[in-house]
């Protein structure tokens, strides 16, 4: 076949809603275009779990601490899911790794914001996994097998995330009136930050046209965006909380909520790296790598040991 | 920083779910060896007891059929129809059968 031919039994494979596997031809942009979002997915799990592993010691019981430390420990997982899913179309961890430690690779900028009150816990767990399990979902079905299969497992083990979450809110909101003002000032912090985990406005969003065509993406960061408003605005009524902002009205024509425009000044400044805790969660990404050389050194010679062992 | 040379193998693993059902493919993880591939597969794994039984075999052990020639490949059974039950015509009253 030639490559004009490859390309189009390639599309027309899509078309028709077939998944490309490991060894199937695909063409290098949609190749190049997986690594980078399957990894940055991948950092984002795994740079995830610091803002949160931050309260595991400070979690106010035992339950609400076991409850922490099993979704960390997800979050870790996923991350381990989606390094294999990426590892698949020829980069290693090693170098995925190498990405993220030098800031060559972005993962999510929301995880660049401090998590400075317990009701943090609840907000993140709430908007933050709502708001990837409303990305998540119709990822199940992209059309790269490895990531497709990655996030079916990744979305049935994300739903404990946002209830529990939703929990610590609701319990908050239900308490004294010092725990309903932190659990409102947590839902005002986090709501536009969560917001712009959807990506930039369609408008300005380059790789969307192509992403759609390949059925990598279903959905474009508009849609999901405002699917993510029209559901949360409930969830804020039965906390009864108010809504964090101030022009969130139904609009019956279009039958969705409308909403402020987002600060995208904001948005690319935290993707650039000058967000408040950029400098601060890479560098204690970069230690924890660091400081466990001498583990993986010590499982490496132990598997040695056993093997010239196993020999003799 | 990173140290390509010194990256643990890949290992694929496969879960029985319970028992009576076949072992399938779960995905992939680094190891130092089986042994800590099996117990890395546990924690990564089974979580939510997912599994009772765990195979690890080391990715470069795999060998697979050619996706290329696929076609011609899988072709030999296309035409062969009468391996199915429903090719045979015969009467309605027989039943258990
Ligand atoms: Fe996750
Ligand atoms: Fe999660």
Known sequence: ?312 | MSNENKEWPLWEVFIRSKAGLDHKHAGSLHAADAQMAIENARDVYTRRMEGVSIWVVESKHIHASNPEEAAAFFDPAQDKIYRHPTFYNLPDELKHM
């Not at chain 1, 799990?45 to 931050?54: H, S, T």
């Not at chain 1, 192509?210 to 990598?216: A, G, L, P, T, V």
């Open chain 1, 1 to 312: 076949m030639t490559q004009v031919s490859f390309e189009a039994s390639f599309q027309k494979k899509i078309d028709e809603e077939i998944m490309i596997e490991p060894q199937d031809y695909m063409p290098d942009e949609y190749r190049k275009t997986l690594i980078r979002q399957i990894s940055q997915h991948a950092h984002s799990e795994i740079v995830g779990m610091l803002p949160e592993a931050n309260w595991i010691t400070r979690a106010p019981s035992l339950r609400r601490k076991a409850v922490l430390l099993a979704k960390v420990q997800d979050e870790g997982g996923h991350g381990l899911y989606l390094y294999s899913a990426a590892e698949t179309l020829g980069i290693t961890r090693d170098q995925m790794l190498q990405q993220l430690h030098t800031g060559a690779a972005k993962y999510s900028s929301i995880f660049n914001y401090p998590t400075i009150t317990w009701a943090d816990m609840g907000a993140i767990g709430w908007l933050v996994d709502g708001a990837a399990i409303m990305n998540q979902v119709p990822l199940c079905r992209t059309s790269y097998g490895p990531y497709a299969r990655a996030m079916v497992r990744v979305c049935k083990e994300e739903s404990f995330h946002q209830r529990q979450g939703y929990e610590i809110m609701l319990t908050l909101a239900k308490g004294t009136p010092v725990q309903k003002q932190m659990a409102q000032d947590a839902l005002n912090r986090w709501w536009a930050p969560a917001l712009m985990m959807f990506g930039p406005l369609d408008a300005v969003s380059p790789n969307t046209a192509k992403s759609m065509e390949w059925r990598i993406k279903r959905f474009t960061n508009d849609e999901l965006r405002q699917r993510f408003i029209d559901v949360t605005v409930e969830q804020i009524r039965i906390l009864g909380l108010d809504l964090p902002d101030a022009n969130i009205k139904w609009n019956e024509e279009r039958g969705h909520y409308d909403s402020s425009e987002l600060n995208w000044d904001e948005f690319w400044n935290v993707v650039k790296g000058n967000g408040p805790c950029n400098k601060e969660r890479l560098a204690t990404r970069v230690k924890a790598w660091e400081d466990g050389a001498w583990v993986r050194e010590a499982a490496s010679a132990y598997a040695e040991k056993r093997k010239t062992k196993k020999a003799a």
